[in-house]
């Protein structure tokens, strides 16, 4: 009977612990081979030309894209921003922080000719005042009140501190119109203005009447501008007196012509210098000048009319 037996019947009745482990390992062993060779075979078809492979499924996304933001909305937002926080801080400025902060002191900047403290003596009459209390234009029409002063910009700090900075005028000439009346400034685009003389330092006199409202002729400060260009005309410009074609008329005209006059000082030559060729002819008397010849020392009259020479006079001239 044992014959007809079959083999798992034979495993299975009596086997001891030794035969039931040796089998274990043995169908382990038959499992691996098996997987290996199954293994080798999908191998084997991959590589095999003309025969494809089944695509991978893609992974899942985990999130959608996100939508890029359109390309004016970040600086839109951006001036938003910005403009909100002008609009705001005005307000904020005026009504939080300036009424808290009482005037304490007044720096002022931009000064050459005028002292600083000058300027600031007539706005610390408001001093413990709020700065929200003291505006720009009352501070502008205090300043100005100077005539040195052509224009003035002020700023409120909050710890008490009012800034202005200002613009002064410059001061090319003097002029006095009849030799009783007041001496005024003139700036370089031709204006006049009533300020302290003695701030401007050492200046050309130019004499002769101008309407109230009227400026200094483009030809007169052309002539300022070329005396200063030589040195032996501007080393002493206060002693140089410009006469205006209307008030040297007369002295000119003894002379044979009118015209602009110069006088070189309270005991130097007149000089007559005409209406043309202005520049050549200052030109040549800086040449002259120069020269410090002995027959132009004793000149009275140097008169540069003529073309190309100077004619000198030493009797007295008429008038």
Request: aromatic residues 4%; charged residues 25%.
């Amino acid at each position: 009977m044992r014959l007809f037996r079959s083999r798992r019947s034979v495993e299975r009745s009596g086997k001891s612990p030794a035969i039931e482990a040796a089998l274990r390992e043995k169908r382990a062993r038959e499992h691996l081979s098996r997987k290996r060779r199954h293994d080798r075979g999908r191998h084997e078809a991959a590589a095999a030309p003309g025969i494809p492979t089944p695509p991978r499924a893609p992974a899942a996304r985990s999130a959608l894209p996100a939508r890029p933001l359109p390309r004016l909305v970040v600086p839109a937002c951006s001036l938003l921003a910005l403009g909100s926080g002008f609009v705001v801080a005005h307000p904020l400025f005026e009504g939080l922080w300036l009424p808290r902060a009482p005037l304490e002191r007044v720096s002022v900047l931009g000064t050459e000719i005028r002292k600083p403290e000058s300027i600031a003596r007539a706005l610390l009459g408001s001093a413990g005042s709020p700065l929200s209390a003291i505006h720009p234009d009352t501070v502008e029409a205090l300043v100005l009140a100077d005539p040195w002063i052509e224009s003035a910009d002020s700023f409120r700090i909050p710890d008490g501190t009012l800034l202005v900075g200002v613009v002064e005028r410059r001061a090319v000439a003097r002029h006095q119109s009849l030799p009783d009346d007041a001496i005024a400034l003139v700036d370089p685009s031709g204006r006049r203005f009533m300020g302290a003389v003695e701030a401007g330092g050492a200046l050309p006199l130019v004499a002769g009447p101008i309407d109230a409202d009227a400026s200094l002729s483009a030809t007169a400060l052309e002539i300022l501008a070329e005396l200063s260009r030589h040195r032996g005309l501007a080393q002493d410009p206060a002693a140089l007196t410009l006469h205006l074609p209307s008030s040297g008329a007369r002295e000119a005209a003894a002379e044979g012509g009118s015209g602009f006059v110069l006088d070189l000082g309270p005991d130097g030559p007149r000089v007559l210098l005409g209406q043309n060729f202005l520049k050549r002819r200052i030109a040549r008397l800086a040449s002259l000048l120069e020269q410090r010849d002995a027959l132009l020392a004793g000149a009275t009259v140097i008169d540069l009319r003529y073309a190309d020479r100077a004619v000198l006079r030493t009797e007295p001239t008429s008038g």
